[in-house]
């Protein structure tokens, strides 16, 4: 084959991929009205996009998919879209396909700060109590992030030893927070057990808000490293070898992860699993060029969160599941597969 | 164009490697092999220069001082072949060089940089090999795309540590064939390699590293002794010319007690 016909073929291969990334946007916009359609009180799917354009419907059905399920549906959306880019930016400056904020002790973290809020009441003074638990939860993951940057610069901050302190502080904030669920009373054992598990329920167009900007401000800079991210999985010497602060790259990729991790988890709870089977997916679709792989683990993420926000109604019937329970029963399966599948590095 | 090197100093934290180590200058067309036992720190003199380990002392490209310059502006005229192979990332060949063109973050000036990258694959032979996926390439494969990536932003000065370390006998041919060209359009190639007969086949000079300096520098006859082998690599050896004229190293044993050279304990120093 010559030079040029191999060039066609590498255009090809691009347009295709970049087609996949729309699909998969498709796929999660389609996800999200599947979201919205499902429910204790059954609206159809006509009823819910005639509700959306704006037509004449009942104010009950308004009510209901403008206050209740779009807010659910959009932040169930922007948690995958979160996490899966943070999962995937973090698997590749950790050089680490297990990495992911889950793993790393992000989630545990977050757990803590709001078992510290529900059960010793302890939270930033003048907040609405309401913002409580939330604000402790993204100040204690924020703060598991910079202990593990903090940590991983006074020892040279190579990937080992970032993975290594993530582990540490994992079990370390497990363990802070059994110790606050042996001494919580039930009430509030209760409230914080449920908060572990993940839930889509507490949302408002507030908290929506607040990731969208976040996610925002960050893909932006994501993407204009795709080519420094995309350069670091040939290693890092390769790396710094083409001219990249791969130093740099690692402490402002982490910074763009604790935000979008610590904000997600914050509000809707304990997510596993979103930010490393989302990553891993869109890796098999199309491949480790970041320019293509950041988008493709957005929308992977964000339809993979949105289908477990439709089955945690569905699963079992008259029950609402905690959605964090769902996405690790489907996570799990797919954590399994890349252990036993033993090709470390990718 | 030359390479300057003036009391140059590096390491690994406190552990220095070389200590005040200065070369004549390397000029540009020439190919100079760095070559000593394993732990002398050709590596690592190679890293330094490449802007990849902190040293002190001066190493500057036609007066123009390497330390000052940022990283994607160094990256612009000096190119560095590692050591270690590129992993097994989810990358087909022509990516990946394509990558090490834009990883910088140079912008296309005359020809898109996929065409540049396929020029290179094209150049070193192994342009069948673009669209396949680096985890699907041998060791000795993913090495010649390894000089790919090192040579696509066309580097002034090029810098390849062990080059040859995975390749076959006719891939090292081709390898260093090749080296002597990019050498011949104007650029200055500084390599390690081990083995000394093929150092002192293919290169105009050679450096010998021993102790943290420079133990010998010149042509490789007259390096390449039975007097610098025996006390740098602590082995009997004997230096011939072939029938060709070319210099052959042969290796008789190693010198009991270890003479005085690190190479003695070091067994994986080979010639």
């Known amino acids: ?346 | 164009m030359s390479l300057t090197l003036r009391d140059v100093s590096t390491g690994y934290g406190r552990r220095r490697v070389i200590a005040g180590l200065s070369l004549p200058d390397l000029r540009s067309g020439e190919v100079t092999t760095l070559a000593g036992p394993n732990a002398a720190g050709k590596s690592t003199l190679l890293k330094a220069i490449a802007g990849l380990a902190p040293f002190t002392g001066q190493i500057a490209l036609d007066g123009q001082d390497l330390a000052q310059l940022s990283a994607p502006a160094r990256a612009k005229i000096v190119g560095f072949m590692p050591q270690s192979l590129p992993s097994g990332a989810s990358l087909n060949v022509l990516e990946t060089v394509i990558t090490a063109l834009r990883a910088s973050g140079e912008r296309a000036v005359t020809e898109p940089p996929e065409t540049r990258a396929m020029a290179v694959l094209l150049r070193l032979g192994i342009d069948h090999l673009a669209l396949a996926g680096l985890d699907q390439l041998s060791g000795g494969q993913r090495q010649m795309v390894s000089l790919a990536q090192a040579i696509v932003r066309a580097p002034r000065l090029l810098l390849l540590d062990e080059p040859t370390s995975a390749l076959d006998l006719a891939r090292q041919v081709r390898l260093l064939s090749e080296v002597r060209r990019i050498a011949a359009e104007g650029r200055i190639v500084l390599t390690v390699l081990h083995d000394l007969a093929l150092a002192a086949r293919w290169s105009d000079r050679i450096a010998i590293l021993h102790k943290g300096g420079l133990y010998a520098f010149g042509p490789p006859a007259e390096v390449v002794t039975p007097a610098m082998l025996g006390e740098v690599y602590g082995v009997i050896a004997r230096v011939e010319r072939c029938s060709q004229g070319h210099l052959m190293v042969q290796i008789d044993g190693e010198i009991p007690g270890g003479a005085s050279g690190a190479g003695a304990k070091e067994r994986g120093a080979q010639a």
């Open chain 1, 1 to 346: 084959m010559s030079g040029s016909e191999l060039l066609d073929r590498y255009h090809r291969q691009n347009r295709r991929r970049a087609a996949l990334v729309g699909a998969m946007a498709v796929f999660a916009l389609i996800a999200v009205l599947v979201d919205l359609t499902t429910g204790p009180s059954g609206l159809p799917l006509s009823e819910t996009i005639r509700t959306l354009t704006g037509a004449e419907v009942p104010r009950g059905t308004s009510v209901i998919v403008w206050q209740v399920r779009l807010p659910v549906a959009v932040m169930a959306l922007l948690v995958g879209a979160a996490l899966a880019l943070a999962g995937a930016e973090m698997q590749t400056v950790l050089e680490n396909p297990l990495a992911e904020p889950f793993t790393l002790g992000v989630s545990a973290a977050a757990a803590l700060g709001a078992g510290v809020a529900i059960v010793l009441g302890l939270t930033i003074p003048f907040l609405p109590p309401a913002w409580g638990i939330t604000a402790n939860a993204f100040l204690f993951s924020l703060g598991a992030l910079g202990l593990l940057q903090l940590m991983g610069r006074l020892r040279g901050g190579g990937p080992e030893v970032l993975i290594l302190f993530g582990i540490a502080l994992n079990f370390t904030a497990a363990a802070f927070l059994s110790l606050l669920q042996f001494v919580a009373s039930a009430e509030d054992l209760q409230q914080l057990v449920i908060w572990t598990m993940g839930s889509l329920q507490a949302v408002n167009w507030g908290s929506v808000t607040i990731l969208a900007l976040v996610i925002a401000v960050t893909v932006p800079f994501a993407l204009m490293a795709s080519w420094k991210l995309t350069a670091l999985r040939l290693g890092e010497e390769q790396a710094r070898g083409f001219g990249v602060d791969v130093t740099a790259l690692r402490r402002w990729a982490l910074l763009r992860v604790s935000l979008l991790a610590a904000t997600a988890v914050s509000m809707v709870g304990v997510i596993g699993f979103i930010g490393l089977a989302g990553p891993h997916i869109a890796r098999m679709l199309v491949g480790e060029d970041h320019r293509f792989l950041l988008p493709a683990s957005i929308f992977t993420g964000a339809l993979l969160m949105s289908a477990a926000s439709t089955l945690s109604k569905l699963l079992i019937t008259g029950t609402l599941l905690p959605v964090g329970l769902v996405t690790s029963l489907i996570g799990l399966p797919v954590f399994f597969w890349l252990i036993l599948r033993g090709r470390p590095g990718r």
